[in-house]
T-cell receptor, first 112, second 114 residues
Framework: KNQVEQSPQSLIILEGKNCTLQ??????????LRWYKQDTGRGPVSLTI?????NTKSNGRYTATLDADTKQSSLHITASQLSDSASYIC???????????FGTGTRLKVLA | NAGVTQTPKFRVLKTGQSMTLLCAQD?????MYWYRQDPGMGLRLIHY???????AKGEVPDGYNVSRLKKQNFLLGLESAAPSQTSVYFC?????????????FGQGTRLTVV
């Protein structure tokens, strides 16, 4: 069964600190993996998109990594800001169905 | 450039009532999707459309119908609302199904069925 699991479920960090969110997937065949940021009460917004051949992709203070062999991805946030408080959702697309499989997200709270 | 706009943003229905959620996109995207988001679960695909006049079932289509009469609009209908349909509904659109490009999401519709 195609699944996307994220850890931790929730995380609290102090402003200025770094953090890393994890995503493990069992989706096959793999097409691409995305990280989305979802602010409370808003729709998800795309942060990064990675295909099979990409290991790292950055978007400002956000850096995503992908290990297609172990089917793991991580999202690293550098020098966190209060505005980083949100849910971060890992999404994997299966090339067989062209449908998205969503993780349940990691809820990040950044404290001053 | 509004992107993806959903209406209404909030709605309370009584069991058995019907309603239609409207999604409009101004990016000339071919593909449009309706998802529901429930606590502790990832977004789940209800229905999707690969172009004007087409619709297809997602993973949780029961109790919902959709229509794509115009390329820019994707309507989600609930014919007889049930409490189990209490959820936050998101519409999304994208340029291609392969989606190495971005999907754009609306701001969501919070629906409560009592």
């Amino acid at each position: 069964k195609n699944q996307v699991e994220q850890s931790p479920q929730s995380l609290i960090i102090l402003e200025g600190k770094n953090c890393t969110l994890q995503c493990n997937y069992t989706v096959s065949p793999f097409s691409n993996l995305r990280w989305y940021k979802q602010d409370t009460g808003r729709g998800p917004v795309s942060l990064t998109i990675m295909t099979f051949s990409e290991n790292t992709k950055s978007n400002g203070r956000y850096t995503a990594t992908l290990d297609a062999d172990t089917k793991q991805s991580s999202l690293h946030i550098t020098a966190s800001q209060l505005s980083d408080s949100a849910s971060y959702i890992c999404v994997v697309m299966s090339s067989g169905t062209y449908k998205y499989i969503f993780g349940t997200g990691t809820r990040l709270k950044v404290l001053a | 450039n509004a992107g993806v706009t959903q209406t209404p943003k909030f709605r309370v229905l009584k069991t058995g009532q019907s309603m239609t959620l409207l999604c409009a996109q101004d990016m000339n995207h071919e593909y449009m999707y309706w998802y529901r988001q429930d606590p502790g679960m990832g977004l789940r695909l209800i229905h999707y459309s690969v172009g004007e006049g087409t619709t297809a079932k997602g993973e949780v289509p029961d109790g919902y119908n959709v229509s794509r009469l115009k390329k820019q609009n994707f309507l989600l209908g609930l014919e007889s609302a049930a409490p189990s349909q209490t959820s936050v509904y998101f519409c999304a659109s994208s340029y291609s199904i392969r989606m190495t490009g971005k999907a754009f999401f609306g701001q969501g519709t919070r629906l409560t069925v009592v």
